[in-house]
Nanobody, 120 residues
Framework: QVQLVESGGGLVQPGGSLRLSCAAS????????MGWYRQAPGKGRFMVAT???????EYADSVKGRFTISRDNPKNAAYLQMNSLKPEDTAVYYC??????????????WGQGTQVTVSS
């Protein structure tokens, strides 16, 4: 049993910053890749940033230079530092992790999401 919990969302003005956190708990043997995805109203869920177990990162073009993903392996946690926020960043942000449990089965898990609203 694995659970991902996001935190750090909220209301921020354009140009402001937020830092999202994701903590994984449960029957975890190893976490491989982790990532952040977002879904705006009426839209699909799209990748924002990902990070491998070795620390390699990828970003959506729309957030490059503004967002930074990081992780803390001993804490089974991932973070998303969001700077220079724009109204189009408004969405529910979801944490995702590829996790192997003690049965050696690997699969993707999703958090429940945290709302980020960028507005004046």
């Amino acid at each position: 049993q694995v659970q991902l919990v996001e935190s750090g969302g909220g209301l921020v003005q354009p140009g402001g910053s937020l830092r999202l956190s994701c903590a994984a708990s449960g029957s975890i043997f190893k976490i491989n890749a982790m990532g952040w995805y977002r879904q705006a109203p009426g839209k699909g869920r799209f990748m924002v940033a990902t990070i491998t177990g070795g620390g390699s990162t990828e970003y959506a073009d729309s957030v490059k230079g503004r967002f930074t993903i990081s992780r803390d392996n001993p804490k089974n946690a991932a973070y998303l530092q969001m700077n220079s926020l724009k109204p189009e960043d408004t969405a529910v942000y979801y944490c995702n992790a590829e996790i192997r449990d003690y049965s050696y089965q690997s699969r993707n898990y999703w958090g429940q999401g945290t709302q980020v609203t960028v507005s004046s």
